[in-house]
Structures are given as C-alpha cells and as structure tokens.
C-alpha cells in the first residue's frame, strides 16, 4: 500500500479499533483513545484506576482488535522477576537427555496488562520495567527479543496502600501515560451490566495487526513539528521545573520536582500519532494540551501548597499549560 | 502553496494600499491643521518648519504602517492559523515548504486547501473603508484650513516712549535775579535805547509768560526766544557793522582801513590801524579828499541809499583847526534835507563820529596851505588823535577820541547783551550751546581781499605779541626764505585759485560764508589776545 493510502487509513484503522472496543469496553473514551495513542507511539501505559472498572478487558479486547497476544501478569508482593521474564528450566528429552530450556514468561506477550504492578516488589517492578524498556530479555546471558509492537498496560490500584510498592519516580518516567479510570457513570454502568449478562467474553472483532501497528507508528514519525509547538512542548515540560529561574509561578508554588526530558520526547510522539489520529497531518499546540496531562501527571510532584488548596497534579498542570500558553 | 503565496501578495497589496491611504490622509489632514494655524496663531511654527515635519511625518506613518501590515509568510501563516482556528496547519506548511515526505505533501495540501475554503476577504468597500474614512478626515480638514479665514491681527503700534517730559515752575530764585536784571539794565546799564526799553520789555514778558509754563522745554524756548529778540535789538542798535561793512565795499583801500580798524570795537585796535595805516596812506592832498569824499559818500548812502552827489564842502571857520566836537556841517549838494534826519542812523554816534573823521580830514584836503609832507601828516595825526584818541606802550589807552568813544558805546551795548544771555542762561540751566546763532555774533568780514588786488603783505596788524596769527610763521616752500606770514598764506595763488569758484558758486550757504569770511578776515587781521 502506498505511502498516501495508508495515511489516508490511518484514521480509519483508528476508528475501527475504537468502534470495535466500544463492543467490549463501555466508555472510558479518553482512556482507550490514549491508550491506543501510547500503542502506535510505542509507549507503555500507568493505569489507575479501582478494581473492576474495565482495566483486564480493555487489554484483552484491545489484543483481539489488533490481532497481538495478550497476557496479564498479576503482581503480588511474592512475584518474582523470573515469573515475569521466565527463566531456565532442566528438562528431559525423548532422549532422556536433561537439557536446559528457556521457559518463556507472560512478558513475551504483545499486549501485557501488568495488573497492580505496584503490588511487587521492587526487584520485579525493575525487572518488568527494564523489559519495557529494553523489549528484550537476557537470561543467563542470552538474549531473547520481545515480539513487536511490545506494549505494557500497568495498572496500580489506588485503594490498597498497605504492603504496596509504589514505583519509584525514576521508574514512573517509563510509562508515556498515566491514564486514570474513573468509575463509569451510571448510564454507562447500566450498560456495562446489561452487556455482560449477555456475554462477559469480549467480543471485539480483529481490525488491524501487529505490523499495521508498526507501520502506522513509522508514519506517525513523519509527521511535523513545527519549531514553535516544539518550543512550546519543551517549554512546557521545562515549566514544570520550580528550580529553574525562568519558571513559572505555579512551578514555583506547587511543584516540588518536574518531569524529565522523556516527557517531551513522549510529548510529541505521542501528538505526532494524535495528529494523524484526527486527521491533521502536523501537530498543533492543541494536541500537546491533551496529552500534556496524561504525559506529565506521573512525572511532577506537587507539593505541599497545591495539596493545601486542594489542587491535583492535573489542576496544577493545568495552571503550567496556561502560563506556558501566556508566555509564548 | 500557490494559493498561500497569492494570497500573501493579496495581502501585502493592501497593506501598500492602506499605508498609502492613511499616510495620504494624515499628510492632507496636517497640510489643513499646518494652514489653520498659520492663519490663526500668531506664534506658528515657520511654513518651512510645518513642511518638513509634515513630510518626515508622512514618511514615518507610512514605513510603519506597511511595515506593521505588511505580512512575511511566517506573519501571516500564523494570522491565518489564530483568526481561522487552523492548528498551525498553515504555519506547518510554511516551514515545511521546502521538505519532502509523504506525510509534508500530504499537510502541505491539507492546508491549501483549508485555505481555499476560507471565507472570502471581503469587498473593496469592506476591506478599505476605514482608509476612505481617514482620507475623508484628511480632506476635510484641509477644506477647513483653507475656508477658515485669516485671524486679523491688530496693526502692531510701535508706541514711542513716554518720555516724561521735565517740568517747570518759575522759582523765586530766578524771579529774583531776573527782576535784578532788568533792573539793572534799566538803572545802570549804557545800553542804548531804544535796545535798553525793548530788552527790559522782552524780559518783563519773559518773566509773565513763565509765570504759567509749567514743562522745561517751553520755558527753554521761552528764554531763547528772548535771549534772541534782545540780541536782534542790540544788533539793531550797533551800527558798527553796517558802517564797516560799507567802507569796506569802497574801492578805495584807504576808505577800507577804518572798517578794519573798528570791527573789532576796540580802542587799542583803533589806534593802532589808523596810525598805522591810515595815516601812512595818506600822504598827498588828493588822498585825504578821495578819502573824504569816498567816506561822505559810503555814509550818505548808509541813510540814503540812492545816487548820493558828493557834497561841496562847505566848513565853517572855527571847523578849520580841526578841534574835535560835533559840528553842523550843511551839505548843500542835498536839497532833500529832510528826509535824512528821520532816519535814526543819523543820531547814532558812530556814525557821525565817521562822518566827523572824514570831514575833519576833508577840511585839511580843502585847505588852501600848501603842506609838506611832515606837515600833512601832522595834520592828519591831530585829526586822527582827535577821533581816536591814543595808547601808550603797553597798549593802555590814555587818551579817548569821538570815534573810540562812539565804538564804546557800542561796545557797552554788546556787554549788557553778554549780561542778559549769561543771566538768562545761568538762571534757567540753558546750556549756550542749545542757543541758535546770534545777529551779534555774526561778524562780517572787513579789509579782505579783493580780485586784483595784491595784498600789502600786511596780513596782521602787527603790534608785537598782542596779534596772533598775522605775523606768525608757517613753512610753506612756495615761498623763497620756506615760510610765510600766517595771515598771508591765503593770497597764494595755489589757495585762491581753489577757494575762489567754491565762494562764488552755490555750494556754500551765506551763513557758512560768513563764518568763512570771518575766519579768513582773522587769519589776515589776526586775532587780538585774550
């Protein structure tokens, strides 16, 4: 297919996939907009949200649309790192010989849903976040090359705070997104209820695959930036530093520490596939204002001030995106 | 992007079009408010002044305005992206207008599209009626400068000083010394009459008339006004230049020595002059009566001016000797002998004292001795010792004739005038410059030089150290010893040859003339030591 056909289809592949989690997943309009963004981006997602709000089969259906092996990983506090790589086991042939075989664990999966990652413990959170990073496993000195596209929904609960390992903001800066699921309104619950007294499988149909995710990635690269949206990306993430001396008044009053430089690189990756997303072919100040949220409320901190008046990260940023936007 | 650059062009044509329009309107709007105020502010800029701020201004509004409106394709991308709610799509285009890629083509012709779908820029009227608006203000603004008229502005009077005048009021003081004064004219001064009653009325009416003047500059006037009418009466009395000044047009030189001798009033001089001169011209018979006759006649024609017959002498016997005394002498030659008697010249001492001196000399001429020489001369210095009396060395006067005494009177005359003008002046501070020139002041020249003639070489009078200038000495080379008498340097030919057409040509008024005249007489005669 032409270069032009398939951005013609970019959008349309987008669509589709939308349409058909629609079958399975009810709302959550935002979340599988971004999360679809992060896959095509190549980023991993953060999710937080309570138990039962969707989080598994937004994942599994999202595996069925794009035709990609799914698994989830269920982090305990006793996980161990080996139990998400998978490790080397004796085995005996036919033969009766005892070989050592590689013992694959969920990680080589395409789509992961490492589900309440912050139940582990830190040694299998850096394992698994080093796996997202690398795409590749080493096991005793070999190396095994997760499958493409690789991404990783991670899910932290925000109930359960006793004997859970919150991941380290290092870490943190792994994911592109943070995405929050937040209980479906009533409507939607409504819906969810009647749709799942019919069948609690997911029904989504597959649309696309793992190498029109990839190939739409490698398109979505291309689109441009102009300098200005570029500046004013980075000017952005630069804003949320309150040590800086040009930053900004609400930098200075309500952030205790800023995001790194992955989060302008996640920035405009991710507006670049936003962009073609909604048709345009070139990223808009508009499109880093949507996805500076989800892109930077895991990576500052706030502190003290904003929790006094009530401000949330995402209130915060949103005063940074506005002195941001003054400034320009 | 050729529909992204045709509109920039669009774009920058109207940005030239308004700049022009509103720079049009303000140079028009200035040219109108730059004329109202040179026609109704009197303290307006220079119309030099007002042109070049108008122009400088002009220029200036329009570089700004097309270089605020004119649009850059960046500029105006990101006014089409802001005003059309584009998401940077037509900035994208622009700054990726020279990059290649699918996805850069494909934004590329998403944006011009876009563009295309832009609603239209609007109408001419839409587009530019605020310039046509600006313009319209321009233009009235001129139309008002030139209809509204010019603010007239009050004639500049240039107000002379107020220079306040002095006043005046008559003080006592110089009440007091003017009553003395005419008092003392009229108890103890010889001034003649009627000179004596005519100054003492012209200053009893000084006196009135200052008694209501009340500024300086009219009693100024008042007082030379005065000092003027007495000199006009003394001069009117003083006969002595009328007698002199009619010798001295005699042709006959020794008619002309008594002129000399009495124009300066003085007896010394008298003296002098006559027994210097006269009486060394005199030396025969036919002398004495050329003189006689030729003084008769000049005297004659003082009080009867018309054709005057020389008088057959008719003396009586006791006139013989020639004893001084007033003496009727009957002219038989005038059968008019009435009419000379009204005339007041007759009276005047002077006059008959010339009269005596010339018949006295007449009566030695007529004798019928035959004189010698000495004898005649001796004759003669009798009469002349009668008339003019006489002077020891030192120039003193020791003895007084009729004819010096007659020149005293005259002389007294002219003291009791010096007398009023330094009284008149002295009292009211009139500084004697301020006074016009005087009649007795004016001296008319006698005893100089006539056509033909040649001089004497008596250019001074002589008598030692008591004349100056006529028996100085001046270096003049023309001369054969280097030097010349004072008075004779004017019979030089070199100065008579130049002074002679300016005298008698119209560049010379009779008063400088005068002066002139006075001032050659003196540098021939000398002048008498202080």
Not at chain 1, 190 to 216: C, K, P, S
Not at chain 1, 252 to 275: D, F, M, N
Request: glycine content about 6%; hydrophobic content about 40%.
């Amino acid at each position: 297919m032409e270069n032009t056909e398939k951005i013609y289809k970019f959008s349309d592949y987008v669509a589709k996939i939308k349409s058909e989690l629609k079958k399975d997943v009810v709302g959550q309009q935002d979340i599988i907009d971004n999360v679809i963004i992060a896959i095509i981006a190549g980023g991993n997602v953060l999710l937080e949200g309570v138990p039962g709000v969707g989080k598994t089969r937004l994942v599994r259906s999202l595996g069925q649309v794009l035709s990609l092996p799914f698994s989830r990983i269920q982090f305990t506090p006793d996980l161990m790192p080996s139990d998400v790589t998978g490790t080397n086991v004796v085995e005996k042939d036919d033969n009766g010989k005892l070989n050592t075989v590689f013992r694959r664990g969920p990680i080589f999966a395409n789509l992961v849903l490492a589900d309440e990652i912050n139940r582990a413990t830190p040694k299998t959170q850096s394992a698994m976040l080093e796996v997202m990073q690398e795409h590749k496993v080493t096991i005793a000195n070999k190396t095994y090359k997760l499958a493409e596209p690789f991404f990783v929904l991670a899910t932290e609960n925000p109930i359960e705070q006793d004997g859970t390992y919150p991941l380290p903001e290092a870490q943190m800066d792994r994911f592109m997104f943070k995405l929050v699921m937040k209980f479906p309104e009533v409507q939607e619950l409504m819906d969810i209820v009647n749709m799942t007294q019919i069948t609690m499988d997911e029904t989504a149909n597959a649309v696309i695959d793992g190498n029109t995710i990839l190939e739409m990635r490698a398109l979505a690269s291309g689109v441009p930036v102009l300098d200005d949206v570029l500046l004013y990306a980075t000017n952005l993430v630069a804003n949320t530093h309150p040590e800086r001396e040009t930053a900004v008044s609400s930098a200075k009053k309500y952030v205790k520490y800023g995001a790194s430089p992955r989060a302008a690189q996640a920035l405009i990756t991710s507006a670049k596939v936003r962009a073609l997303i909604n048709g345009n072919y070139n990223v808009s100040y508009e499109d880093i204002d949507a996805l500076a949220r989800p892109v930077l409320r895991h990576r500052i901190k706030i502190n003290y001030n904003a929790v006094n008046e009530h401000l949330t990260v995402d209130d915060v940023i949103g005063l940074l995106i506005k002195e941001t936007r003054r400034s320009k | 992007m050729d529909f992204f650059k045709k509109l920039r062009r669009e774009v920058n044509r109207d940005a030239l079009i308004k700049s022009l329009a509103y720079s049009f309107a303000f140079a028009v709007f200035f040219v109108g408010l730059s004329i109202l105020f040179v026609k109704r502010l009197e303290n307006a800029l220079k119309i030099g002044y007002l042109i070049f701020i108008g122009v400088f201004a002009t220029g200036l509004i329009f570089a700004t305005l097309y270089f605020l409106l004119k649009k850059t394709e960046k500029k105006l991308a990101r006014a089409l992206d802001e005003k059309y709610a584009l998401n940077e799509k037509v900035q994208t285009m622009v700054a990726f207008q020279n990059e290649e890629g699918t996805i850069v083509q494909l934004q590329r012709e998403d944006a011009e599209q876009r563009l295309q779908y832009l609603p239209r820029r609007g109408n001419v009227v839409k587009r530019f009626w605020m310039n046509a608006l600006a313009v319209s203000l321009g233009i009235g603004m001129l139309i008002t400068g030139i209809a509204v008229p010019k603010k007239e502005s009050a004639p500049i009077v240039i107000q002379p000083p107020q220079i306040q005048e002095a006043t005046f009021k008559l003080s006592d003081y110089q009440r007091n010394k003017i009553n003395a004064l005419i008092l003392s004219i009229e108890t103890e001064s010889a001034l003649k009459s009627p000179a004596k009653e005519q100054t003492v009325a012209e200053i009893k009416k000084l006196i009135a008339d200052l008694e209501t003047v009340t500024l300086e500059k009219t009693m100024k006037e008042k007082v030379i006004d005065c000092i003027v009418a007495v000199d006009g009466y003394v001069d009117a009395v003083n006969t002595y230049k009328k007698i002199c000044v009619e010798l001295d047009n005699s042709a006959n030189e020794t008619v002309r020595i008594p002129a000399v001798a009495m124009i300066q009033l003085d007896p010394v001089t008298l003296v002098k002059v006559m027994n210097e001169r006269l009486a060394t011209s005199l030396t025969t018979k036919e002398e004495i009566a050329a003189f006689f006759t030729e003084t008769y006649v000049r005297m004659e024609n003082l009080v009867k001016p018309k054709d005057v017959v020389a008088p057959t002498m008719l003396l009586s016997a006791s006139s013989n000797e020639g004893v001084s005394g007033e003496e009727e002498i009957e002219d038989s030659s005038n059968s008019d002998s009435k009419e000379p008697q009204e005339n007041p010249l007759l009276q005047d001492s002077l006059y008959v004292a010339v009269k005596k001196l010339a018949e006295q000399l007449g009566k030695i001429s007529a004798s019928e001795e035959n004189f010698t020489e000495e004898g005649l001369a001796k004759e003669i210095e009798k009469v002349l010792l009668s008339a003019c009396g006489n002077i020891d060395e030192n120039d003193n006067v020791i003895l007084s004739g009729y004819l010096a005494d007659a020149l005293e009177e005259q002389k007294e005359n002219l003291r009791v005038r010096i007398a009023v003008i330094d009284e008149l002046t002295s009292a009211f501070r009139i500084d004697k410059s301020e006074l016009p020139l005087l009649a007795c002041d004016v001296i008319p020249s006698v005893g100089g030089l006539r056509g033909g003639e040649d001089g004497d070489g008596t250019g001074g009078s002589g008598g030692g150290g008591t004349i100056y200038a006529g028996s100085d000495k001046i270096f003049d080379p023309i001369y054969a010893d280097g030097h010349v008498e004072y008075g004779k340097v004017l019979e030089n030919d070199e100065y008579k040859e130049k002074y002679a057409p300016i005298w008698e040509g119209e560049g010379l008024s009779d008063e400088l003339k005068a002066m002139l005249q006075e001032y050659s007489q003196k540098l021939l005669d000398g002048t008498q030591k202080a």
